[in-house]
């Protein structure tokens, strides 16, 4: 779906956006030259690993780059809300949603909320569409293969919207169909966590079993094996589960599919995407003609707040005083993580070697989604729409293994975890000065786990995780409050409130959080 070239790359709508296109206008085009929509193994014209069912599952993929679910509330609710950052922008920015999801504690009012539970089940009801069509669409013939690979899909995309709700809210309306009234929808109670995730675990074995290890290069970015038992894992790891994680991790790192031979400085970059590290990751694109509607809004929400050549985007998510703190010394990944901004006597340069002004609102901004000047000249467009985000990391796959390595225990198990964790770090030193980064060697189960959690925190920072790590650890509470986020409350802030909205809807179906 995206073709590069050394310094000036071309971001191309490829056949991903156009089945997209074509199934949300009824398919007019060259789908019209089969005869009356019937189309089989022989006649549809699906190249390399896709097939008839792609108008409907593209439309799922499609959904993954909307405003409602990787963009502002995204951000604001994975990482704003920890201690890696603060909102960042000017003080009143964003107006009360964004100030207390960052300081606590959230209304059940906050637009943001909402939005996060509109954007994850109009996911799930584009994926529910799709099961639907390969279920019952008689007029369509394909293989049990094509078939079964479609339905991994849709029920990995599914598990993730999941996945995602009930981290935000816990106990959530569990909707596996669809309804011939849609109001209905408003009207299915909510079940507890233990039955979501149980749902979960069963879309994404299912996934793993059915899924390829690998696409076409034409279609890089649909899910796969490592993808499902990735995010099997993490579902696994926030259960504590960890037998079952560190297996689930573990298929994912003998699959062969991945490792950690890309540069952490390349694997944020434009020419980063889709490599070896990358698992899965939600793909965006954009031309001079197209700057925005087949891109996400991602990198623009984060991008430095400044003028002329320098507004960026809204200055949002800016990485804070304690993240800033965590690094081991000489770490090369805190000087890509974090763009440091001009003082008045010392200068910031990007990764592209550029000067930043004096005086931008912010002292710092997140250095992963800086996009690359020349493709903002050449696009015509400042705002990084193109940038892909990145979802889920080998170098998360494999940490979590070390987690769950270590908590197994046994000396196996932690010969095995001090591996994987080492790994990390020697990948990430590269290119530092001697004695940077050592490997961790103690064997004590308690300093091995701080030392895990340490890794997390700087490998994956500013990427979605920090917040949910806190919580599932049990120790969101004391660092959130160490950080001055001090109205943060375990017994409330764990969860997000159910939106007002969706309560007033189901006509008091749905019940409130407590604390709310």
């Known amino acids: 779906?995206?073709?590069?070239?050394?310094?000036?790359?071309?971001?191309?709508?490829?056949?991903?956006?156009?089945?997209?296109?074509?199934?949300?206008?009824?398919?007019?085009?060259?789908?019209?030259?089969?005869?009356?929509?019937?189309?089989?193994?022989?006649?549809?014209?699906?190249?390399?690993?896709?097939?008839?069912?792609?108008?409907?599952?593209?439309?799922?993929?499609?959904?993954?780059?909307?405003?409602?679910?990787?963009?502002?509330?995204?951000?604001?609710?994975?990482?704003?809300?920890?201690?890696?950052?603060?909102?960042?922008?000017?003080?009143?920015?964003?107006?009360?949603?964004?100030?207390?999801?960052?300081?606590?504690?959230?209304?059940?009012?906050?637009?943001?909320?909402?939005?996060?539970?509109?954007?994850?089940?109009?996911?799930?009801?584009?994926?529910?569409?799709?099961?639907?069509?390969?279920?019952?669409?008689?007029?369509?013939?394909?293989?049990?293969?094509?078939?079964?690979?479609?339905?991994?899909?849709?029920?990995?995309?599914?598990?993730?919207?999941?996945?995602?709700?009930?981290?935000?809210?816990?106990?959530?309306?569990?909707?596996?169909?669809?309804?011939?009234?849609p109001a209905a929808q408003n009207n299915v109670a909510q079940s507890t966590a233990a039955q979501i995730y149980a749902f979960i675990e069963n879309d994404l074995t299912f996934a793993a079993s059915v899924l390829p290890l690998s696409w076409d290069s034409r279609f890089v970015g649909r899910a796969t094996k490592g993808a499902a038992n990735g995010l099997l894992a993490k579902v696994y790891l926030t259960q504590q589960k960890w037998a079952s994680a560190m297996a689930a991790a573990n298929s994912?790192?003998?699959?062969?599919?991945?490792?950690?031979?890309?540069?952490?400085?390349?694997?944020?970059?434009?020419?980063?995407?889709?490599?070896?590290?990358?698992?899965?990751?939600?793909?965006?694109?954009?031309?001079?003609?197209?700057?925005?509607?087949?891109?996400?809004?991602?990198?623009?929400?984060?991008?430095?707040?400044?003028a002329g050549i320098w507004d960026l985007g809204w200055g949002w998510n800016t990485p804070s005083d304690q993240l800033v703190a965590a690094y081991e010394p000489n770490d090369p990944r805190k000087a890509r993580t974090i763009l440091f901004t001009s003082t008045s006597t010392t200068p910031g340069l990007t990764?592209?070697?550029?000067?930043?002004?004096?005086?931008?609102?912010?002292?710092?901004?997140?250095?992963?989604?800086?996009?690359?000047?020349?493709?903002?000249?050449?696009?015509?467009?400042?705002?990084?729409?193109?940038?892909?985000?990145?979802?889920?990391?080998?170098?998360?796959?494999?940490?979590?293994?070390?987690?769950a390595a270590n908590e197994v225990g046994g000396a196996a198990n932690t010969t095995a975890a001090l591996a994987a964790l080492n790994s990390v770090r020697a990948r990430a030193r590269q290119g530092a000065p001697a004695g940077t980064l050592p490997d961790v060697t103690t064997t004590d189960q308690a300093l091995l786990r701080e030392a895990i959690r340490k890794e997390r925190r700087v490998e994956l920072a500013m990427e979605h995780d920090r917040f949910f790590d806190l919580v599932r650890w049990g120790i969101a509470q004391d660092v959130l409050q160490a950080a001055g986020k001090t109205n943060f409350s375990n017994s409330r802030d764990v969860l997000l409130p159910i939106p007002q909205t969706q309560i007033d809807l189901s006509a008091g179906k749905l019940t409130q959080n407590p604390g709310y």
């Open 252 to 306: 994912v790192m003998i699959s062969g599919q991945y490792d950690l031979s890309t540069p952490y400085d390349r694997i944020f970059r434009e020419e980063g995407e889709n490599s070896k590290e990358s698992v899965f990751e939600v793909q965006a694109t954009a031309t001079a003609a197209i700057p925005s509607n087949n891109g996400v809004q991602y990198a623009q929400i984060q991008g430095i707040r400044g």
């Open 1 to 181: 779906m995206k073709s590069f070239m050394p310094l000036t790359r071309k971001i191309q709508v490829a056949l991903f956006a156009a089945v997209v296109v074509l199934a949300a206008t009824g398919c007019k085009g060259f789908l019209d030259t089969n005869r009356q929509g019937a189309y089989t193994e022989d006649n549809y014209p699906y190249p390399g690993g896709s097939g008839p069912y792609d108008q409907f599952i593209f439309g799922a993929y499609n959904e993954l780059r909307s405003f409602n679910l990787h963009s502002q509330s995204f951000i604001t609710a994975t990482s704003i809300r920890s201690d890696d950052a603060d909102k960042g922008s000017t003080p009143t920015d964003g107006g009360t949603n964004a100030i207390t999801m960052d300081n606590f504690p959230v209304a059940a009012s906050n637009g943001f909320c909402n939005t996060l539970w509109l954007g994850n089940y109009t996911l799930i009801t584009r994926c529910n569409s799709t099961i639907k069509e390969i279920n019952t669409n008689t007029s369509i013939i394909a293989s049990n293969e094509v078939k079964q690979q479609t339905l991994g899909e849709a029920r990995f995309l599914r598990a993730y919207a999941y996945f995602n709700l009930v981290r935000f809210f816990g106990r959530v309306p569990l909707i596996d169909t669809l309804f011939s009234d």
């Open 351 to 403: 990764i592209y070697g550029e000067t930043t002004p004096v005086g931008l609102p912010n002292p710092r901004y997140n250095n992963k989604v800086y996009s690359n000047p020349s493709l903002r000249t050449s696009i015509g467009n400042r705002f990084g729409y193109w940038m892909n985000v990145r979802l889920l990391r080998y170098a998360d796959v494999v940490l979590m293994y070390a987690e």
